[in-house]
């Protein structure tokens, strides 16, 4: 019987979301409209399955809404401060950085969620992953020391999505 359900919806969370968001989409929460936001949620994830790779194994939601919590917190923060630094100083004035994070981080899902969330970030974005996975590449807007946007993006980052992902 499980296998007959995960066959029907390989991915019962983003069944969930699909129908949701869908919902709220239609501004008209209805039951034709949930009835067919679910099944949008059960046909896209069953008809795209085939290129989905594994589930990852050990996730935690609990501390996926903690760390979403405070990459929303950070997202607002730094859009303030990117604001003050274009109004308040010249370019010249400006020390952008190239920064290599080195990756603790071996799932394909939490390095894709460390990379989007430093992208998210104002005054911060991903710019490549080495071939083996190992590092990621960073620029920094203005970025007096390197080491410490390695060290915090290391601390309040990655090491909150191991804790994600087993």
């Not at 589930?55 to 935690?60: E, H, K, L």
């Not at 401060?81 to 080195?102: D, F, G, K, M, Y």
């Not at 590449?137 to 309040?156: G, N």
């Amino acid at each position: 019987m499980k296998s007959a359900v995960r066959w029907l919806m390989p991915h019962p969370f983003l069944t969930l979301i699909l129908a949701v968001v869908w919902t709220l989409l239609q501004n008209d929460i209805s039951a034709g409209m949930v009835v067919f936001g679910l099944i949008l949620g059960i046909l896209i994830p069953w008809g795209t399955a085939a290129w989905w790779p594994d589930q990852p194994q050990d996730f935690r939601l609990g501390k996926m809404v903690s760390y979403a919590t405070i990459v929303l917190w950070d997202i607002l923060v730094a859009n303030v401060q990117v604001a003050w630094i274009v109004l308040t100083r010249s370019n010249e004035s400006l020390r952008p950085a190239w920064v290599v994070i080195p990756l603790d981080l071996r799932e394909p899902e939490a390095i894709t969620i460390l990379a989007g969330t430093i992208t998210l970030t104002p005054g911060t974005v991903s710019a490549d992953l080495s071939s083996e996975g190992h590092s990621l590449l960073v620029h920094a807007l203005d970025c007096p020391d390197p080491d410490a946007v390695r060290d915090e993006i290391k601390d309040r980052y990655e090491r909150r999505l191991k804790e994600i992902f087993l």
